[in-house]
């Protein structure tokens, strides 16, 4: 047996909750190799993470109904397609048998999601080639714009009232705004959320120079939404991305769902809910959530979490993401960044445990959809309370009191919430930097901000049905 299989098997015994089975090929796959990056996944995710690994069999890539394994064979068929870029591939490696050759023209990222695909438990399948081709081009043009937004290539960051940067799209001068998008809402100029023009080419409203898309000040959830869209736009083409607009007819960037309906954000159709559990394909979202508190003693501030891309694994195994503000950090440093973020805003408060109070909360696949359905959405016109409540009244309405001022609802109906406390479903407005499901949401009563989260993570913010939880902080009465 040689050391890399003697080593990869002695990783596997060191994580026995974690991995119930692998077969011998498996073990024998990745020994020819001569790398095993099996054995950073099982370091990186299993031990970082802190979570358990599914004893699930890998269900692997299939294209056109056939599986597409780790085998020479699959390379020179099929994988090199996927994974070698077109301008290599009238390099004489491409036609040959020499599969070591072959793979020193593929590019390393479309390789490792190539192989993310072939381990995942849930499965990848593909209707034809080209389509596995189209998800590859799209995931790698999307690592590239969230890349260049934290590289200064394209002109993005964060807005601050506090130091009077405003929330702008498009335009460097006073207008704040390019001619292709809108501030979409009553809270859209103060909060950074835009909607497209009417009667404005998609391809044209996203192209990332000033005049258009650039420069954007806004937050993470507004800066993923556009990693999305350009990623189809320069992965695909422009007039492939003007075809799938003209179905979602308008696009928004900035609030997940949109208006009393939640109508989805176009951008949230390539987004695919899948398990945390299993690891992530590089391009996929991950939502890391800072401490369940930070919106306690920060509700108007911008690190409750960071809406996260997977960017792919370095040289030595280990999972590094981005997101605005962040950029190809591990787990361990994206997580010192949150916490750095909490004592910033949250002082004098902290976080006991960081390993198990600031982790990965959701995750989402990018993945072209066969069919694309949206609807038009309108914003809601959101008025708030005209009073701020007391405490008497906030114990009436069954809040309790905790420290600091707080005070907490342990989980009641929107409805008996909003008639308690005087405001109505559509005056809720997404908290910044929130992430896309289980959306905490916010709305102004007099002078107290009162944040509403659903108990449901796939529940609606502002169902009147929704069982939801909420808290409120009183500085004074």
Aim: hydrophobic share 45%; with cysteine; aromatic share 10%.
């Amino acid at each position: 047996m040689g050391k890399d299989v003697q080593r990869y098997i002695e990783k596997l015994q060191a994580f026995p909750e974690m991995i119930a089975t692998v077969s011998a090929r498996d073990v024998m796959i990745r020994a020819k190799r001569g790398h095993l990056r099996m054995s950073g996944w099982l370091t990186n995710w299993g031990k970082e993470s802190r979570v358990t690994i599914p004893q699930t069999p890998f269900n692997g890539l299939t294209i056109a109904g056939q599986p597409v394994d780790d085998s020479e064979a699959a390379l020179h068929e099929v994988v090199k397609h996927l994974t070698v870029p077109a301008a290599r591939q009238s390099e004489a490696a491409f036609g040959g048998s020499d599969a070591q050759a072959l793979r020193a023209l593929e590019l390393p990222l479309a390789r490792q999601i190539v192989e993310a695909w072939q381990l995942s438990p849930r499965g990848h399948a593909f209707a034809s080639l080209a389509d596995a081709l189209d998800e590859i081009r799209f995931r790698l043009a999307a690592i590239a714009a969230m890349s260049r937004f934290n590289t200064g290539a394209y002109d993005v960051d964060y807005f601050n009232p506090d130091i009077h940067l405003v929330p702008r799209l498009g335009s460097a001068g006073p207008a704040l705004l390019s001619r292709f998008w809108q501030f979409f809402g009553p809270d859209g100029a103060s909060e950074a959320q835009f909607a497209q023009a009417p009667d404005t080419p998609a391809a044209q409203a996203m192209a990332p120079v000033t005049g258009a898309l650039l420069p954007f000040r806004g937050e993470c959830a507004g800066g993923f939404q556009m990693a999305v869209y350009l990623g189809l736009l320069n992965g695909l083409g422009a007039a492939r991305f003007d075809e799938m607009a003209a179905k979602w007819q308008r696009m928004y960037i900035g609030p997940w769902r949109i208006g009393e309906a939640e109508t989805p954000n176009p951008a949230t159709l390539f987004m695919i809910s899948a398990p945390l559990d299993a690891p992530p394909v590089p391009g996929d979202y991950l939502y890391f959530k800072n401490k369940d508190d930070y919106l306690h003693w920060a509700p108007e501030g911008f690190w409750t979490g960071l809406n996260a891309m997977y960017m792919g694994m370095d040289a030595l195994g280990t999972r590094h993401y981005s997101g605005m503000g962040a950029s190809w950090l591990s787990e361990t440093n994206l997580r010192a960044s949150l916490v750095n973020a909490y004592y910033h805003d949250c002082a004098p408060h902290v976080i006991d445990d960081p390993a198990t109070e600031v982790r990965f909360t959701q995750r989402r696949l990018l993945q072209i959809p066969a069919d694309i359905e949206a609807a038009m959405a309108e914003p809601t016109t959101p008025k708030g309370g005209t009073a701020t409540p007391t405490s008497s009244a906030l114990l009436a309405a069954g809040f309790a009191p905790q420290t600091g001022g707080v005070f907490a609802h342990p989980g009641t109906t929107l409805a008996e919430l909003c008639a308690e406390l005087g405001f109505a479903p559509g005056d809720l407005q997404q908290v910044r930097s929130a992430g896309i499901d289980n959306t905490p949401h916010r709305v102004m009563l007099g002078g107290a901000m009162l944040i509403v989260t659903p108990v449901d993570p796939g529940g609606s913010a502002r169902d009147p049905g929704a069982w939801v939880r909420a808290h409120l902080r009183l500085d004074r009465e």
